[in-house]
């Protein structure tokens, strides 16, 4: 017995089996050492085997007390087996994936091998190679290297296509970037310029699609493909484009406006078409404060005076207010189409609006227009005139669309009229007595409908 052992022994469990002399013993031998303990106890239990004064020990038992596993360890082993289960679980799913790709890929018929054959179905001969076919031992041939695709060179763009100067009367200078600024006589390209300064007089500045014109002094520039306008008051007429004026931007869709900028914001009032600003748009007529794009709706008075401005210096040849000058066809009604005064109203069962056969309108000029606001339903209007020729008369016309949603300008050069059913033959001819202008619905024979028709502001001008 080790002394472990025998140190776990109850002392009670002994001494209930040896007598007192014997326990004495054990106990003086338990102190000395454990070895010397049981052989006193063994020796006891022989004496009471052969004198039968005291039974044998048999109910005491040994027991290893539980070992705590520490918590380190048990971490440590759930930790292992949980990477353990996750790998096995991997593996187990990478065989069943490619289990199914294996029972999903489309079978490859073999015709050629001896394992699809059957056992008695004797070997085919060597068939001879087809004639295309290349030689067994040649390496096929390489493609031939294409050529490089030449570059192309990019197309120049130029940032701000202008042309030369129209009008001038006072000095006008010009400055390249980087230059100082030089003087410019009317008919100078504009071409590589940033900034055009007009000292004093009258100017006037063209290109396809966008005119500038002004009095007095002014500044404006390129930035880019941006108009940007400095000072003084400017008349602009713009198919399309983009302006700025400090720190205002819009772009213009054939649109006629007059700006007049200042160092902390300007004016901008629209008189035709439409711009659309940086957060919002307009229709004419409307007048902008560009320091903080606030708008309002122009007076009719503000209205005439801004197409004053827009048309510029011109000659009238004919003019109908419905206030003062009046044509024989058609009648007078208010309000007007600004919303005062009179305008002129097709009356049922008349042509149209105007002068009829035999009253003289006007002598035909070189760039002679006709300006006018309509109001009607119909999809398109005609403009009918008669012009005295040494023959007699020649019939003219031309059809304009309207859009019918309610008055609208149309300016339109007189030139597009043409020689009636002679439609080759021209309708213009500068020189010649003009009469029986007659504005009235385009009717489709077809689609006969009985159409409204009002006039204001009716003008025929040559501009200057």
């Known amino acids: 017995m080790d002394e472990q052992t025998f140190r776990r022994l109850a002392p009670d469990a002994v001494a209930g089996r040896l007598d007192p002399d014997v326990y004495a013993r054990w106990k003086d031998a338990v102190a000395e050492h454990p070895d010397r303990a049981a052989f006193v106890v063994r020796v006891a239990e022989a004496d009471a085997r052969y004198s039968g004064v005291h039974g044998p020990i048999r109910d005491v038992q040994v027991r290893e007390p539980a070992r705590r596993v520490p918590k380190r360890n048990v971490l440590m082993l759930a930790a292992f087996f949980a990477v353990f289960g996750g790998l096995a679980g991997a593996l187990a799913m990478m ?13 490859v018929a073999l015709e050629n091998s001896p394992f699809n054959k059957p056992a008695n179905e004797p070997a085919p001969a060597n068939e001879p190679p087809p004639e295309n076919a290349p030689p067994a031992n040649e390496p096929e041939p ?10 192309q060179p990019e197309p120049h763009v130029d ?42 007089g009258r100017f006037e500045f063209r290109r396809e699609g966008l005119s ?205 009229l043409r020689a009636g059913r002679y439609r080759s033959e021209p309708g213009w001819l500068p020189g010649h007595a003009c009469g029986a202008l007659l504005i009235s619905p385009a009717i489709d024979p077809d689609l006969p409908a009985r159409y409204v028709l009002s006039l204001d502001d009716v003008l025929v001008y040559v501009p200057q």
């Open 95 to 107: 065989s069943y994936v490619r289990a199914q790709q294996k029972k999903n890929a489309p079978a």
């Open 142 to 151: 390489e493609p031939e290297p294409q050529p490089e695709p030449e570059p």
């Open 159 to 200: 940032p701000a296509p202008v042309t030369g100067i129209v009008l001038a009367t006072g000095r006008v200078r010009g400055r390249k970037p980087g230059a100082d600024w030089a003087d410019l006589a009317v008919g100078d390209a504009l071409e590589g310029l940033e900034r055009v300064a007009v000292l004093d």
């Open 212 to 416: 500038i014109r002004g009095e007095g002094r002014l500044e404006f520039g390129w930035e880019g493909d941006v108009v940007a306008f400095y000072t003084g008051r400017m008349v602009v007429r713009a198919d399309a484009g983009r302006f700025r004026a400090y720190t205002s931007h819009w772009s213009a869709d054939h649109a006629g406006f007059v700006v007049q900028p200042t160092r902390f914001g300007g004016d901008l009032l629209l008189g035709g078409g439409r711009i659309e600003l940086d957060n919002a748009g307009a229709t004419a007529p409307r007048h902008i404060a560009l320091e903080d794009d606030k708008q309002r709706p122009l007076t009719p008075t503000e209205t005439r005076r801004l197409d004053g401005e827009l048309l510029g210096p011109h000659r009238v040849l004919l003019a109908w207010d419905g206030e003062s000058a009046n044509p024989g066809l058609g009648e007078r009604v208010s309000p007007g189409a600004l919303g005062d005064g009179h305008a002129l109203r097709m009356v049922p069962g008349e042509p149209g609006i105007g002068e009829p056969p035999g009253v003289p309108c006007f002598t035909a000029e070189e760039g002679a227009r006709l300006r006018m606001r309509v109001k009607t339903d119909a999809p398109r209007i005609r403009v009918s005139l008669r012009i005295e020729v040494e023959e007699g008369y020649r019939e003219v016309d031309a059809l304009v669309d309207a859009d019918g949603k309610g008055w609208v300008v149309i300016d339109l050069p007189l030139s597009d």
